[in-house]
């Protein structure tokens, strides 16, 4: 007698049990989401990571002949990195607007899409969190529509990275002789400073406007390290940044950094929408190693920043009189 061996896969003679179908189906089910999550997730992977720059703002961010550089470039370049993504830099300019401030301007970049992420942003309090008003325009960047024709973003709750260096300000100098020169010993020097700046209003302020004879106020449309160069004055106070930027543009310039340095810090990071968390706290990987390492100094000293150890809290509170006044 022939027996026939009935499959256990089989509720019958070549039919399927009911229960072994529905896992079946459940299991094709399975790996095809699974398979639209893979795609999806090589699809972000392939998408770039979008950063807002200010645009020609040597020696954080600028370009030249279509080439990226910078140390806020070099930054982003290894947060691509950390999150497997390509990098793509949108370069943006900011422009005094009675409507807005750059905290507004950054905001509505970061919540209308055109980007991620956005560098070289003031870690204080006052520009963190929700937003000041509901909403703002953006400021102008490539593919924008002119202004009137920009809609009004609604703005959403910004976060900061931790920093990556602290805004300084101090006293640039034409003569060799002069370059141990501080507020206190600066005698009759002449000092040039620029109206409306904080630098300016520290320098007016100095022991009770003890410099104020002395000091020679340049416009905001005017350079003050050209009229420096040009003996119009003695020494002038500025921010670190500007003066790196002068060098860069002036490499045969005399002009150097005097040994003051005013003690007021402003941490300097990378902000995004509260949403975007994960990103932020890989930025946050990245700088405490490159800090750790000393990579982060090595790309200050390459991109020609002179890099300034950002300080504790790394969110400041708003800038008083008494941080002006301190020496």
């Known amino acids: 007698m022939r027996l026939r061996l009935r499959s256990q896969r089989t509720?019958?003679?070549?039919?399927?049990?009911?229960g072994a179908g529905a896992a079946w189906r459940a299991g094709r089910r399975a790996v095809a989401g699974m398979a639209l999550a893979l795609a999806a997730f090589a699809a972000f992977a392939a998408e770039p990571l979008t950063v807002c720059m200010a645009e020609d703002n040597p020696?954080?961010?600028?370009?030249?002949?279509?080439?990226?550089?910078?140390?806020?470039?070099?930054v982003a370049r290894a947060v691509a990195e950390e999150v497997g993504r390509p990098l793509r830099i949108v370069y943006f300019e900011s422009k005094y607007e009675m409507e807005s401030t750059l905290s507004?301007?950054?905001n509505a970049l970061l919540s209308s899409g055109v980007c991620e992420l956005a560098s070289g942003y003031a870690l204080m309090a006052s520009e963190l969190g929700p937003p000041g008003?509901?909403?703002?325009?953006t400021p102008d960047y490539p593919g924008a529509k002119r202004r009137p024709q920009r809609p009004w973003v609604p703005l959403g709750t910004l976060i900061g990275s931790r920093p990556y260096h602290a805004m300084a300000m101090g006293l640039v100098v034409a003569?060799?002789?002069?370059?141990?020169?501080?507020?206190?010993?600066?005698?009759?020097?002449?000092?040039?400073?620029?109206?409306g700046t904080l630098a300016g209003?520290?320098?007016a302020l100095w022991r009770g406007g003890k410099l104020r004879p002395q000091l020679v106020s340049v416009s905001q449309n005017a350079d003050v390290l050209e009229q420096?160069?040009?003996?119009?004055?003695d020494a002038a106070m500025v921010t670190l940044d500007r003066f790196d930027a002068w060098r860069l543009a002036h490499e045969q310039s005399p002009l150097r950094r005097a040994a003051y340095v005013h003690p007021l810090r402003i941490n300097m990071g990378f902000v995004a929408r509260s949403e975007s968390a994960p990103l932020v706290a890989a930025v946050d990987r990245v700088l405490e190693r490159a800090l750790a390492s000393g990579d982060l100094q090595r790309w200050s000293e390459s991109s020609g920043v002179s890099w300034v150890a950002p300080v504790e809290p790394h969110v400041g509170p708003t800038i008083g009189l008494p941080d002006l006044l301190r020496e």
Do not use: C
């Open 175 to 195: 003569d060799p002789g002069r370059a141990d020169m501080t507020l206190a010993t600066a005698g009759d020097a002449r000092i040039g400073v620029v109206t």
């Open 133 to 137: 008003r509901p909403t703002a325009r």
């Open 201 to 203: 209003t520290a320098a």
């Open 228 to 233: 420096l160069e040009a003996h119009r004055f």
């Open 59 to 74: 020696p954080l961010s600028y370009q030249v002949k279509g080439e990226d550089r910078g140390l806020d470039v070099r």
């Open 104 to 106: 507004q301007e950054v």
């Open 11 to 18: 509720g019958g003679r070549g039919r399927t049990s009911p």
